[in-house]
Protein backbone atom coordinates (compact mmCIF):
# COMPACT_ATOMS: atom_id res chain seq x y z
CA UNK A 1 0.00 0.00 0.00
CA UNK A 2 1.57 3.38 -0.98
CA UNK A 3 -1.28 5.28 0.83
CA UNK A 4 -1.73 7.12 -2.14
CA UNK A 5 -4.96 6.70 -3.83
CA UNK A 6 -3.49 8.24 -7.53
CA UNK A 7 -0.35 5.77 -6.96
CA UNK A 8 -1.42 2.21 -5.96
CA UNK A 9 -0.73 -1.88 -7.08
CA UNK A 10 -3.03 -2.97 -9.30
CA UNK A 11 -2.39 -6.61 -10.46
CA UNK A 12 0.95 -6.75 -8.70
CA UNK A 13 2.23 -3.34 -10.84
CA UNK A 14 2.60 -0.39 -9.02
CA UNK A 15 0.73 2.29 -11.46
CA UNK A 16 -0.16 5.96 -11.64
CA UNK A 17 -3.77 6.44 -11.85
CA UNK A 18 -4.67 3.67 -14.69
CA UNK A 19 -1.03 3.60 -16.39
CA UNK A 20 1.51 0.52 -14.88
CA UNK A 21 4.83 2.83 -13.96
CA UNK A 22 6.76 -0.47 -15.63
CA UNK A 23 4.87 0.81 -19.24
CA UNK A 24 6.44 4.63 -18.69
CA UNK A 25 9.84 2.97 -17.98
CA UNK A 26 9.87 1.13 -21.10
CA UNK A 27 8.69 4.30 -22.83
CA UNK A 28 10.63 6.93 -21.70
CA UNK A 29 13.36 5.65 -19.87
CA UNK A 30 14.90 5.92 -16.22
CA UNK A 31 14.99 8.44 -14.38
CA UNK A 32 11.47 10.29 -14.99
CA UNK A 33 8.82 12.29 -12.95
CA UNK A 34 5.76 10.95 -13.14
CA UNK A 35 2.58 13.13 -12.07
CA UNK A 36 -0.31 12.56 -12.17
CA UNK A 37 -3.58 15.00 -13.01
CA UNK A 38 -6.19 13.26 -10.31
CA UNK A 39 -3.97 14.37 -7.50
CA UNK A 40 -3.46 17.69 -8.43
CA UNK A 41 -6.99 18.77 -8.75
CA UNK A 42 -7.52 16.59 -5.98
CA UNK A 43 -5.19 18.89 -3.88
CA UNK A 44 -6.54 22.12 -5.21
CA UNK A 45 -10.00 21.21 -4.77
CA UNK A 46 -9.59 19.94 -1.35
CA UNK A 47 -8.28 23.07 -0.14
CA UNK A 48 -10.33 25.34 -2.16
CA UNK A 49 -13.35 23.52 -1.35
CA UNK A 50 -12.31 23.83 2.66
CA UNK A 51 -11.82 27.52 2.05
CA UNK A 52 -15.41 27.97 -0.50
CA UNK A 53 -17.14 30.47 2.00
CA UNK A 54 -13.96 32.99 1.95
CA UNK A 55 -12.87 35.01 -0.54
CA UNK A 56 -9.61 32.94 -1.08
CA UNK A 57 -7.39 33.37 -3.74
CA UNK A 58 -4.61 30.42 -4.19
CA UNK A 59 -1.96 31.57 -5.65
CA UNK A 60 0.64 28.13 -6.04
CA UNK A 61 4.09 28.85 -4.81
CA UNK A 62 5.65 27.84 -8.87
CA UNK A 63 8.83 27.34 -6.83
CA UNK A 64 7.53 23.59 -5.77
CA UNK A 65 7.23 22.84 -9.37
CA UNK A 66 7.27 24.83 -12.46
CA UNK A 67 6.43 22.57 -15.29
CA UNK A 68 4.10 24.61 -17.42
CA UNK A 69 1.54 21.42 -18.18
CA UNK A 70 1.24 21.43 -14.12
CA UNK A 71 0.87 25.30 -13.59
CA UNK A 72 -1.92 25.01 -16.64
CA UNK A 73 -3.75 22.53 -15.31
CA UNK A 74 -3.56 24.28 -11.92
CA UNK A 75 -4.46 27.80 -13.88
CA UNK A 76 -7.21 25.92 -14.99
CA UNK A 77 -8.45 24.90 -12.11
CA UNK A 78 -8.64 28.27 -10.85
CA UNK A 79 -5.28 28.87 -9.14
CA UNK A 80 -2.96 32.27 -9.46
CA UNK A 81 0.57 32.10 -8.71
CA UNK A 82 2.85 33.01 -5.94
CA UNK A 83 6.54 33.78 -8.09
CA UNK A 84 9.66 34.85 -6.87
CA UNK A 85 11.67 35.58 -10.40
CA UNK A 86 11.03 37.42 -13.47
CA UNK A 87 11.59 33.40 -15.02
CA UNK A 88 8.74 32.29 -12.62
CA UNK A 89 6.58 35.23 -13.32
CA UNK A 90 6.77 34.62 -17.41
CA UNK A 91 6.49 30.95 -17.05
CA UNK A 92 3.32 31.49 -14.87
CA UNK A 93 1.69 33.47 -17.58
CA UNK A 94 3.00 31.51 -20.37
CA UNK A 95 0.35 28.75 -18.64
CA UNK A 96 -2.54 31.13 -18.77
CA UNK A 97 -2.38 32.77 -15.47
CA UNK A 98 -3.56 36.18 -15.51
CA UNK A 99 -1.07 38.72 -13.93
CA UNK A 100 -4.36 39.98 -11.99
CA UNK A 101 -3.67 36.71 -9.74
CA UNK A 102 0.23 36.50 -9.62
CA UNK A 103 1.99 37.82 -6.92
CA UNK A 104 5.78 38.56 -6.74
CA UNK A 105 7.60 38.09 -3.74
CA UNK A 106 11.56 37.51 -3.07
CA UNK A 107 14.47 39.30 -0.98
CA UNK A 108 16.06 40.07 -3.95
CA UNK A 109 14.05 41.74 -6.83
CA UNK A 110 16.02 43.45 -9.35
CA UNK A 111 15.21 46.51 -11.19
CA UNK A 112 14.36 44.77 -14.39
CA UNK A 113 11.75 42.02 -12.76
CA UNK A 114 10.05 44.73 -11.00
CA UNK A 115 9.13 46.76 -14.43
CA UNK A 116 8.54 42.84 -16.29
CA UNK A 117 6.11 42.49 -12.83
CA UNK A 118 5.14 45.99 -12.97
CA UNK A 119 3.97 45.88 -16.72
CA UNK A 120 2.53 42.40 -16.80
CA UNK A 121 -0.45 41.82 -19.24
CA UNK A 122 -1.57 45.71 -19.16
CA UNK A 123 -2.52 46.31 -16.03
CA UNK A 124 0.35 44.83 -13.93
CA UNK A 125 0.53 41.81 -11.30
CA UNK A 126 -1.67 41.97 -8.16
CA UNK A 127 1.17 42.61 -5.65
CA UNK A 128 4.59 42.96 -5.07
CA UNK A 129 5.25 41.23 -1.64
CA UNK A 130 7.80 43.47 0.04
CA UNK A 131 10.97 42.38 2.24
CA UNK A 132 12.79 45.48 3.20
CA UNK A 133 13.24 48.99 2.71
CA UNK A 134 15.84 49.33 -0.09
CA UNK A 135 13.53 47.39 -2.11
CA UNK A 136 10.48 49.68 -0.90
CA UNK A 137 12.82 52.66 -2.42
CA UNK A 138 13.62 50.52 -5.82
CA UNK A 139 10.26 49.52 -6.27
CA UNK A 140 8.73 52.95 -6.22
CA UNK A 141 11.18 54.41 -8.03
CA UNK A 142 10.71 51.73 -11.05
CA UNK A 143 7.03 52.29 -11.09
CA UNK A 144 7.44 56.07 -10.51
CA UNK A 145 9.53 55.89 -13.69
CA UNK A 146 6.49 54.30 -15.61
CA UNK A 147 4.01 56.51 -14.14
CA UNK A 148 2.22 53.93 -12.48
CA UNK A 149 1.69 53.11 -8.54
CA UNK A 150 3.00 49.41 -7.97
CA UNK A 151 0.49 47.71 -5.20
CA UNK A 152 2.90 46.32 -2.17
CA UNK A 153 1.88 44.32 0.62
CA UNK A 154 4.91 44.17 3.27
CA UNK A 155 6.37 40.64 4.59
CA UNK A 156 6.02 40.88 8.07
CA UNK A 157 8.30 38.57 10.19
CA UNK A 158 6.96 37.66 13.11
CA UNK A 159 9.34 35.81 15.25
CA UNK A 160 7.26 32.68 15.42
CA UNK A 161 8.63 29.45 15.19
CA UNK A 162 7.46 27.05 12.39
CA UNK A 163 9.43 23.90 14.01
CA UNK A 164 10.18 22.67 10.72
CA UNK A 165 13.33 22.04 9.72
CA UNK A 166 16.18 25.15 10.32
CA UNK A 167 16.78 25.46 6.23
CA UNK A 168 13.47 26.15 5.40
CA UNK A 169 11.99 28.11 8.60
CA UNK A 170 11.65 31.63 7.59
CA UNK A 171 9.68 33.65 10.23
CA UNK A 172 12.01 34.13 13.04
CA UNK A 173 13.76 37.40 13.88
CA UNK A 174 17.39 35.69 12.95
CA UNK A 175 16.18 34.99 9.46
CA UNK A 176 16.84 37.26 6.30
CA UNK A 177 12.88 37.18 5.30
CA UNK A 178 10.52 39.88 6.18
CA UNK A 179 10.19 43.11 8.23
CA UNK A 180 10.31 42.74 11.75
CA UNK A 181 6.81 42.95 13.33
CA UNK A 182 8.01 45.69 15.96
CA UNK A 183 9.01 48.25 12.97
CA UNK A 184 5.67 47.37 10.85
CA UNK A 185 3.95 50.72 11.21
CA UNK A 186 7.23 52.56 10.96
CA UNK A 187 7.58 50.89 7.00
CA UNK A 188 3.77 50.97 6.50
CA UNK A 189 4.29 54.68 6.91
CA UNK A 190 7.35 55.12 4.92
CA UNK A 191 6.03 52.93 2.21
CA UNK A 192 2.97 55.62 2.09
CA UNK A 193 5.32 58.34 2.02
CA UNK A 194 6.65 56.44 -1.31
CA UNK A 195 5.18 58.21 -4.44
CA UNK A 196 5.38 54.89 -6.50
CA UNK A 197 3.75 52.78 -4.00
CA UNK A 198 0.19 51.85 -3.10
CA UNK A 199 -0.21 49.68 0.11
CA UNK A 200 -2.31 47.52 -0.46
CA UNK A 201 -2.09 44.21 1.89
CA UNK A 202 0.17 42.28 4.55
CA UNK A 203 1.82 39.46 3.80
CA UNK A 204 3.86 36.62 6.13
CA UNK A 205 5.23 33.08 5.36
CA UNK A 206 7.01 31.47 8.00
CA UNK A 207 8.08 28.38 6.69
CA UNK A 208 7.51 25.49 5.21
CA UNK A 209 6.64 21.62 5.34
CA UNK A 210 4.76 22.76 8.69
CA UNK A 211 2.93 19.65 10.55
CA UNK A 212 1.44 21.78 13.23
CA UNK A 213 -1.18 24.63 13.03
CA UNK A 214 -0.11 26.04 15.92
CA UNK A 215 2.24 28.16 14.59
CA UNK A 216 0.16 29.25 11.78
CA UNK A 217 -2.60 30.05 14.20
CA UNK A 218 0.14 32.28 16.15
CA UNK A 219 0.97 33.92 13.42
CA UNK A 220 -2.22 34.54 11.69
CA UNK A 221 -3.78 36.49 15.40
CA UNK A 222 -0.54 38.63 15.17
CA UNK A 223 -1.23 39.45 11.79
CA UNK A 224 -4.79 40.06 12.89
CA UNK A 225 -4.07 42.49 14.97
CA UNK A 226 -1.75 44.09 13.04
CA UNK A 227 -3.97 45.09 10.00
CA UNK A 228 -6.21 46.59 13.08
CA UNK A 229 -3.99 48.74 13.86
CA UNK A 230 -2.77 49.45 9.89
CA UNK A 231 -6.22 50.70 9.44
CA UNK A 232 -6.18 52.60 12.20
CA UNK A 233 -3.13 54.58 11.07
CA UNK A 234 -5.22 55.08 7.74
CA UNK A 235 -3.68 52.29 5.40
CA UNK A 236 -5.99 50.77 3.34
CA UNK A 237 -5.54 47.17 3.60
CA UNK A 238 -7.40 45.26 1.25
CA UNK A 239 -5.37 41.59 0.94
CA UNK A 240 -3.85 39.32 4.15
CA UNK A 241 -1.51 37.15 2.29
CA UNK A 242 -0.77 34.45 4.61
CA UNK A 243 2.29 32.81 2.43
CA UNK A 244 2.06 28.61 2.07
CA UNK A 245 3.84 26.01 4.85
CA UNK A 246 1.29 23.55 5.05
CA UNK A 247 3.29 20.14 5.68
CA UNK A 248 2.25 16.82 3.74
CA UNK A 249 2.95 13.41 4.71
CA UNK A 250 6.04 11.87 3.40
CA UNK A 251 6.94 8.87 5.70
CA UNK A 252 3.92 8.13 8.65
CA UNK A 253 3.55 12.01 10.16
CA UNK A 254 0.15 13.12 10.59
CA UNK A 255 0.03 16.36 8.09
CA UNK A 256 -2.62 18.90 8.85
CA UNK A 257 -5.89 18.81 7.00
CA UNK A 258 -7.15 21.48 4.89
CA UNK A 259 -10.75 21.83 6.85
CA UNK A 260 -8.75 22.66 10.04
CA UNK A 261 -6.42 25.18 8.46
CA UNK A 262 -9.69 26.75 6.79
CA UNK A 263 -11.08 26.99 10.30
CA UNK A 264 -8.23 29.21 11.24
CA UNK A 265 -8.64 31.42 8.65
CA UNK A 266 -11.91 31.66 9.35
CA UNK A 267 -11.56 32.65 12.84
CA UNK A 268 -8.22 35.02 12.96
CA UNK A 269 -8.71 36.33 9.16
CA UNK A 270 -12.23 36.51 7.50
CA UNK A 271 -13.50 38.79 9.85
CA UNK A 272 -10.77 41.42 8.62
CA UNK A 273 -13.09 41.59 5.60
CA UNK A 274 -10.29 41.60 3.28
CA UNK A 275 -9.41 39.33 0.15
CA UNK A 276 -7.02 36.23 1.46
CA UNK A 277 -4.48 35.39 -0.38
CA UNK A 278 -2.35 31.46 0.27
CA UNK A 279 0.93 30.43 -1.38
CA UNK A 280 0.61 26.66 -1.49
CA UNK A 281 3.30 24.72 -3.12
CA UNK A 282 3.90 21.37 -1.85
CA UNK A 283 0.58 21.33 -0.93
CA UNK A 284 -1.08 20.91 -4.08
CA UNK A 285 2.19 18.71 -5.70
CA UNK A 286 4.29 17.25 -3.15
CA UNK A 287 2.14 13.94 -3.28
CA UNK A 288 1.16 14.01 -6.86
CA UNK A 289 4.28 12.96 -8.30
CA UNK A 290 7.03 10.71 -8.15
CA UNK A 291 10.71 10.06 -9.43
CA UNK A 292 10.96 6.78 -11.15
CA UNK A 293 14.05 4.82 -11.18
CA UNK A 294 15.82 1.77 -12.07
CA UNK A 295 18.28 -0.26 -10.07
CA UNK A 296 21.32 -0.30 -11.80
CA UNK A 297 23.32 -2.13 -9.67
CA UNK A 298 22.97 -4.03 -6.25
CA UNK A 299 26.40 -4.16 -4.73
CA UNK A 300 27.08 -6.27 -1.45
CA UNK A 301 29.61 -4.66 0.25
CA UNK A 302 31.58 -5.67 3.34
CA UNK A 303 29.16 -3.97 5.65
CA UNK A 304 26.03 -3.37 3.78
CA UNK A 305 23.68 -3.62 0.95
CA UNK A 306 23.75 -1.08 -1.48
CA UNK A 307 21.04 -0.28 -4.14
CA UNK A 308 22.46 1.62 -6.77
CA UNK A 309 19.73 3.91 -8.77
CA UNK A 310 19.90 5.29 -11.73
CA UNK A 311 18.75 8.47 -10.41
CA UNK A 312 21.00 10.82 -8.29
CA UNK A 313 21.02 13.70 -5.82
CA UNK A 314 20.47 15.89 -9.08
CA UNK A 315 17.26 14.78 -9.60
CA UNK A 316 16.07 14.61 -5.97
CA UNK A 317 18.50 16.85 -3.41
CA UNK A 318 16.01 16.63 -0.29
CA UNK A 319 17.39 14.20 1.29
CA UNK A 320 20.89 15.31 0.79
CA UNK A 321 19.82 18.67 1.32
CA UNK A 322 17.25 18.47 4.58
CA UNK A 323 17.70 14.76 5.44
CA UNK A 324 14.60 14.36 3.96
CA UNK A 325 12.91 11.23 4.24
CA UNK A 326 10.99 9.86 0.71
CA UNK A 327 9.14 6.55 0.22
CA UNK A 328 11.12 4.13 -1.93
CA UNK A 329 8.69 1.36 -3.06
CA UNK A 330 9.37 -1.67 -5.95
CA UNK A 331 7.75 -0.62 -9.09
CA UNK A 332 6.79 -4.57 -8.78
CA UNK A 333 4.79 -5.47 -6.15
CA UNK A 334 7.08 -7.85 -3.53
CA UNK A 335 5.63 -11.26 -2.35
CA UNK A 336 3.29 -10.63 0.69
CA UNK A 337 5.54 -12.86 2.82
CA UNK A 338 9.06 -11.47 1.25
CA UNK A 339 11.44 -10.57 4.55
CA UNK A 340 12.70 -6.96 4.30
CA UNK A 341 16.52 -6.67 5.01
CA UNK A 342 18.36 -2.78 5.29
CA UNK A 343 20.28 -1.65 2.45
CA UNK A 344 21.48 1.52 1.59
CA UNK A 345 19.94 3.22 -1.41
CA UNK A 346 22.12 5.80 -3.55
CA UNK A 347 22.38 7.34 -6.81
CA UNK A 348 25.79 7.53 -9.02
CA UNK A 349 26.82 10.98 -8.71
CA UNK A 350 30.25 11.24 -7.16
CA UNK A 351 29.56 11.89 -3.50
CA UNK A 352 28.90 10.33 -0.06
CA UNK A 353 26.06 12.43 -0.11
CA UNK A 354 23.94 10.91 -2.85
CA UNK A 355 22.05 9.09 -0.99
CA UNK A 356 18.57 8.50 -0.85
CA UNK A 357 18.22 5.80 2.06
CA UNK A 358 20.38 4.37 4.81
CA UNK A 359 19.38 1.23 6.06
CA UNK A 360 16.14 1.57 4.91
CA UNK A 361 14.42 -1.89 4.87
CA UNK A 362 13.11 -3.55 1.70
CA UNK A 363 11.69 -6.58 -0.17
CA UNK A 364 14.54 -8.34 -2.40
CA UNK A 365 15.24 -6.30 -5.63
CA UNK A 366 17.45 -7.45 -8.36
CA UNK A 367 19.15 -5.15 -11.14
CA UNK A 368 17.17 -3.82 -13.66
CA UNK A 369 13.96 -3.58 -11.65
CA UNK A 370 12.25 -0.08 -10.89
CA UNK A 371 11.96 1.37 -8.18
CA UNK A 372 9.14 4.61 -7.04
CA UNK A 373 10.45 7.54 -5.12
CA UNK A 374 7.66 9.00 -3.66
CA UNK A 375 6.52 12.27 -3.03
CA UNK A 376 8.83 13.55 -5.33
CA UNK A 377 6.40 16.27 -7.12
CA UNK A 378 7.60 19.30 -5.09
CA UNK A 379 11.15 20.94 -4.76
CA UNK A 380 12.50 17.73 -6.92
CA UNK A 381 12.51 18.78 -10.37
CA UNK A 382 12.65 22.65 -10.01
CA UNK A 383 15.46 22.07 -7.61
CA UNK A 384 17.35 19.42 -10.27
CA UNK A 385 20.51 20.21 -11.88
CA UNK A 386 22.56 18.28 -14.72
CA UNK A 387 25.62 17.78 -11.96
CA UNK A 388 27.66 15.21 -13.19
CA UNK A 389 26.69 16.27 -16.73
CA UNK A 390 23.78 14.09 -16.17
CA UNK A 391 20.74 15.43 -18.19
CA UNK A 392 17.64 16.44 -16.64
CA UNK A 393 15.05 13.84 -15.98
CA UNK A 394 11.99 14.36 -18.23
CA UNK A 395 8.53 14.57 -16.66
CA UNK A 396 5.35 12.68 -17.32
CA UNK A 397 2.01 12.99 -17.05
CA UNK A 398 -0.73 10.97 -16.31
CA UNK A 399 -4.68 11.39 -16.93
CA UNK A 400 -6.23 8.18 -16.21
CA UNK A 401 -5.35 5.83 -18.47
CA UNK A 402 -3.26 8.29 -20.85
CA UNK A 403 0.02 9.69 -20.52
CA UNK A 404 2.12 12.75 -22.19
CA UNK A 405 5.67 13.52 -21.73
CA UNK A 406 5.81 17.38 -20.59
CA UNK A 407 9.25 17.57 -20.63
CA UNK A 408 11.39 15.44 -22.63
CA UNK A 409 15.02 14.38 -22.02
CA UNK A 410 17.60 17.04 -23.39
CA UNK A 411 20.25 15.41 -25.36
CA UNK A 412 24.37 16.69 -25.06
CA UNK A 413 23.51 19.36 -27.77
CA UNK A 414 20.72 20.72 -25.88
CA UNK A 415 22.88 20.41 -22.92
CA UNK A 416 25.84 22.23 -24.26
CA UNK A 417 23.02 24.61 -26.46
CA UNK A 418 24.65 27.46 -24.43
CA UNK A 419 28.05 27.31 -24.86
CA UNK A 420 30.15 28.37 -26.83
CA UNK A 421 33.95 28.55 -28.06
CA UNK A 422 35.47 31.86 -26.69
CA UNK A 423 35.70 34.67 -28.96
CA UNK A 424 37.90 36.95 -26.81
CA UNK A 425 36.97 40.47 -26.88
CA UNK A 426 39.61 43.48 -26.48
CA UNK A 427 39.92 45.95 -23.76
CA UNK A 428 42.67 47.73 -25.37
CA UNK A 429 41.68 51.21 -26.89
CA UNK A 430 42.28 51.53 -30.85
N1 LIG B 1 5.52 31.43 -0.13
C1 LIG B 1 6.80 31.78 0.13
C2 LIG B 1 7.11 33.19 0.35
C3 LIG B 1 7.79 30.78 0.21
O1 LIG B 1 9.03 31.14 0.48
C4 LIG B 1 7.45 29.43 -0.01
C5 LIG B 1 8.46 28.38 0.04
C6 LIG B 1 6.10 29.13 -0.29
C7 LIG B 1 5.18 30.15 -0.33
C8 LIG B 1 5.65 27.72 -0.52
O2 LIG B 1 5.85 26.91 0.59
P1 LIG B 1 5.20 25.45 0.64
O3 LIG B 1 3.70 25.60 0.64
O4 LIG B 1 5.66 24.70 -0.52
O5 LIG B 1 5.70 24.90 1.92
N2 LIG B 1 13.12 23.24 -1.03
C9 LIG B 1 12.51 23.04 0.27
C10 LIG B 1 11.33 23.94 0.50
C11 LIG B 1 11.64 25.40 0.29
C12 LIG B 1 10.47 26.31 0.51
C13 LIG B 1 10.79 27.70 0.10
N3 LIG B 1 9.70 28.61 0.21
C14 LIG B 1 12.15 21.58 0.43
O6 LIG B 1 12.38 20.79 -0.49
O7 LIG B 1 11.65 21.17 1.48
Known sequence: MTGLPWFAYRD???????????RIAEAVGTPAYVYSTAALTDRYESLAKACADMPVLIAYATKANANLALLRHLGSLGAGADVVSGGELQLAMKAGIAPSKIIFAGVGKTREEMMLA?????????????????????????????????????RINPDVDAKTHKKITTGKAENKFGISYRRALEVYAEAARLPGLKVTGVHVHI??????????EQTFQLIAELVGELRAAGHDIRRVDLGGGLGIRYDDETAPDAADYAALLRRYIAPLNCEIALEPGRYLVG????????????????EKTFLILDAGMNDLVRPAMYEAFHRILPVKAPNSDAALAPVDIVGPVCET???FAEARPMPPVKHGEFLAILSAGAYSSSMASMYN?????????????????????????????LEMPPTWRSEAKG
Open 12 to 22: GALCAEAVPLS
Open 118 to 154: LKAGNTGIAQFNVESEPELHLLSEVASSLGVRAPVAL
Open 207 to 216: GSQLLELAPF
Open 287 to 302: NAGLLLTRVNFVKRAE
Open 353 to 355: GDT
Open 389 to 417: ARPLAPEVLVRGAEFAIVRRRPSIEDMTA
